[in-house]
């Protein structure tokens, strides 16, 4: 019975990709349509339990981009040279990423509040032991967000086309030999026995001090839900503890004897501008961001063409910075 369903499953999953590789447009607007109702959803979150279902569409979408980014890949053969369990890693990380803030704001809502502290410490637990694998066994050097990249579709497309003309025209010229005689066309023996080079994924150049500041940003998590378990939430240390945790980590690595790659630099980059959203983090927030950002709000809606987006603004901004803006994230 088992090994029935498994392969039904596997022809459907054939099949799935099948229809996804000659529809990749239509893959991508579906995408791209349930990820802008989520956010219509969304403005009715006054109402019912829209939140929940906003932030699942919004899940689902992420998910599903996911998985047909990693069949489009593997279809075209674009998966970059790296270990299996490397790969699987990054998926399952990704996929608990697009998934965590659908099961915590659940959890607040049909739990008590020890249930949704127990699910985001499993959730964190799981999410930093995967990192640092990444970090000491797969040696992938600065973690980058997102961890898996988001596939460039059009290029894909691009590119296989030019592909398939460079293989068209290989086969038509190099990979065959016509016989003087006969005039008969027989595959060249080059080309039957065409040998490739294999690719091997590079090691991680991170010195000592740059894996201890890496490891530092990592468990910024477990330093926040630790302090805060035994303080309180809403009290100053673990935000503070976080705060500098993260900052350490940046002043460490930002040091100028060490030399980055551009797409690491985008990603310490980043990490400085997340700093800023410290400002909209509790206790910080709720004792001196809040009432400035709801006056500048305020005075913004009086402006013409912004009034309504303003007050949705001010109207939601409880919601939203309980939901996005936790301190626990990295």
Known sequence: MTHIFGEQLAKLGASYTEYLVRHVEAASTIESWIKTLSY??????????????????????????????YLLRRHHHLHKPQEDGERSLKMMLSAIEALQVFVEISA????????????????????????????????????????????????????????????????????????????????????????????????????????????LHNIQPF????????????????????????????????????????KENAELLRRRFMLLMYLLRSPFYDKYSKMRLIRMLTVMSRVPGLGYIMTSIKEYLPQWQSTYFYTWSS
């Not at 919004?58 to 980014?69: K, M």
Request: proline content about 3%; aromatic content about 10%; glycine content about 4%.
């Open 40 to 69: 219509l959803v969304a403005g009715k979150i006054s109402k019912s339990h829209s939140d929940i279902l906003a932030e699942l569409m919004y899940s689902s979408s992420n998910l599903l981009t996911l998985l047909n980014d």
């Open 108 to 215: 607040r809502r049909y739990s008590q509040p020890h249930v949704k502290w127990i699910l985001i410490l499993c959730i964190e637990l799981i999410k930093t032991v995967g990192r640092f694998l990444l970090l000491y066994k797969y040696k992938i050097g600065l973690r980058l967000y997102p961890v898996v990249k988001r596939l460039n579709r059009k290029q894909m497309s691009a590119e296989t086309e030019d592909k398939e003309e460079v293989v068209e025209d290989s086969e038509s010229s190099d990979s065959y030999y016509t016989l003087p005689g006969s005039g008969r066309r027989i595959k060249s023996i080059s080309a039957k026995y065409k040998v490739q080079t294999p690719q091997t994924a590079s090691n991680s150049g991170l010195t000592q001090e740059q894996i201890i500041a890496e490891s």
């Open 223 to 262: 330093i926040y839900l630790s302090t805060a378990a035994w303080f309180g939430e809403k009290a100053w240390l673990p935000w503070v503890a976080s705060l500098a945790t993260d900052y350490a980590s940046l002043l460490a690595l930002r040091q100028k004897k060490f030399k980055y790659k551009r």
